[in-house]
């Protein structure tokens, strides 16, 4: 775990522009850290905006000794590839910035934390290598510890991976927050535990223990009013485990479903068709809710993600799924999370 | 792997008749090696049935030397205690056996496959140490490859954990086996996986590759016409997260249902009351449909776990469950497979 008021740098090298940047972009967008700069040799001098599609104003910088100079104190490697290895390219700038005492936020499957251990200075022990991704400790059975409590916590699910559940559940949390409300974001997957500082690296996670973890996320939490517990997989998905885990941990007492726009089947299994969302949520509540054996979830709105589409598709598509459901509909992201939110209350 | 003609000592020193000897009696019961003799020096030149309250007349020896000298190859630990470790006081014959020769089979937690390596003898190629319960390989992410196969495919699923799924899978494979249909057992399980030799241990699997480990399991077994599944947890219970990989992967075409025969709530979390049977019936079929994404899976029969009834009250549970749900019902061990055998013909 990393400092709210620890400053800083995304290390990018290569990869401002690549497919894989979601890492660094998810924490651009809503790290509570101060990020002082991007670090990317291709681009250095201009900001990220004038590079990307993004809105950030954060400036680009040549190397590690010129982020340090900035104050620099945290690297975040900003990049998930597929396969999650450390590229070889990365490996000079990273055991610089450790020998220069900055810590390193690494979400690789690649665990750095023994491999450069000896480069940490034994008089600085502020200084971390911290693997997002590796599960920290042994947790109990769970036992539907969280049905006791009396917040509510509201499951970001999906009618496939990768749709956007840690967007949608960020931006309504976001929103939430702005109302006053004692409101909490639970991370579940690698972007984020960066982002928020803390949570469990679920897909890392034993059958086992899947649960547990959950359970135990969520009891930690319990003093907030609303939580949100950032959703993975989808029970539509024949390759997710993931959602049952999340449910059973967490013992939500709110959904919301969220979707891809363009999508009619999944994207990776073609032949596996987005049934009718009413069917969808029945299936999601009718799991939540076990026969009766857990609380009650209540599915309270649709995020729709709709970056492929332009805004009149993007109503259309809001306006179609609106009208199947009679459930409030929207992009948070591109037409603000109050819609949603608003139902929470 | 262990091949089917090799001979088995079970290991059970000072445990014959303990609470955690499950491993040890699965193995008596359902194994295809020949079983040479238990090791158990506290009921030394009895047989088991003598000693316990179980059907097998397998001779007691006193040491693993004794055990050599019956003609045992393969020595398998017979114990499952909670926390899976390996007692203090079994290191010796441990060592002793792996001295003289034998092959280790040890399905704890402990994984003693590098602690002992250096105790195999170089020029004995076939003497291993299997670590049942370590994850062999990496798996792809599943793709609901099974739905497009065209055998039957009998995923056992529970009101609970620890009711008999196992047990219940083996005795109506064993009967289906015997009506001469080409048929396999697939072990997810230590106790399973020692049994049949092969299997998946799927609680000790990543959340992330379980759907992809029963996928590559059931796609190993696609030449037989029936193959079951075993199950393990429940979509009921709290802590259990294994129902929906074992769904997913498998793509089952027909549920068996287990129960214990004593129970209206689960056994570790006591405000859980088991729902009425049509509905679990239901909320499993309709996981594993996932609103029309995959095969329809029919629940054929239930079978109740009777053992701690005696016959009368057995007969009343059996007979109040099948006018309730209308489905063929019975203990399979004490009354039999074929009742529920017959409804997957």
Redesign the interface.
């Known amino acids: 775990m990393i400092g709210k008021e620890k400053k800083l740098a995304i290390y990018m090298e290569g990869n401002l522009d690549s497919i894989y940047a979601k890492m660094g972009y998810g924490v651009m967008r809503y790290s509570e850290n101060p990020i002082v700069c991007v670090i990317d040799s291709d681009y250095s001098g201009k900001k990220v905006n004038e590079v990307i599609d993004q809105p950030f104003e954060i400036p680009i910088v040549a190397s590690v000794g010129k982020a340090i100079e900035m104050g620099a104190e945290v690297m975040v490697l900003g990049l998930a590839p597929t396969g999650g290895k450390l590229p070889d390219t990365w490996v000079n700038d990273v055991e610089k910035a450790l020998t220069l005492g900055m810590s390193l936020v690494n979400g690789l499957h690649d665990l750095l934390g023994e491999r450069f251990a000896h480069l940490l200075n034994t008089d600085k022990p502020e200084q971390v290598i911290w693997d997002v991704r590796k599960p920290l400790t042994d947790y109990a059975?769970?036992?539907?510890r969280a049905?006791a409590l009396t917040n509510k916590r509201v499951l970001m699910v999906g009618t496939d991976m990768a749709v956007g559940k840690m967007t949608a559940g960020l931006e309504v949390y976001k929103w939430i927050r702005e109302q006053g409300i004692s409101s909490d974001f639970l991370a579940t997957g690698q972007i984020g535990i960066t982002v928020t500082g803390k949570g469990i690296p679920?897909?890392?996670?034993?059958?086992?223990q899947?649960?547990?973890a959950v359970?135990h996320l969520v009891l930690e939490a319990q003093d907030k009013d609303i939580v949100f517990i950032e959703g993975q997989g989808s029970?539509?998905?024949?390759?997710?485990?993931?959602?049952?885990?999340l449910m059973?941990?967490s013992?939500p007492t709110h959904l919301i479903l969220c979707h891809r726009g363009e999508m009619s089947t999944l994207r990776?299994?073609t032949d596996?068709?987005i049934?009718?969302f009413n069917?969808?949520i029945k299936?999601n509540e009718?799991?939540a809710h076990?026969?009766?054996?857990?609380p009650k979830a209540k599915t309270v709105g649709i995020a729709v993600n709709t970056s492929k589409l332009n805004e009149s598709e993007a109503l259309q598509v809001i306006e179609k799924i609106e009208k199947e459901t009679g459930l409030p509909v929207t992009d948070v992201v591109r037409f603000g999370a109050e819609k949603i939110g608003r139902a929470l209350l």
Chains 1, 2 share one sequence.
């Not at 059975?141 to 539907?144: L, M």
């Not at 679920?202 to 086992?208: G, N, T, Y």
Request: net charge negative.
């Open positions: 059975i769970a036992r539907a049905s679920l897909d890392a996670i034993k059958v086992d899947a649960c547990g359970e029970l539509l998905h024949p390759g997710s485990t993931a959602t049952l885990p059973r941990g013992c990776d299994v596996i068709k049934p009718p069917e969808v299936l009718a799991v076990a026969c009766g054996s857990f």
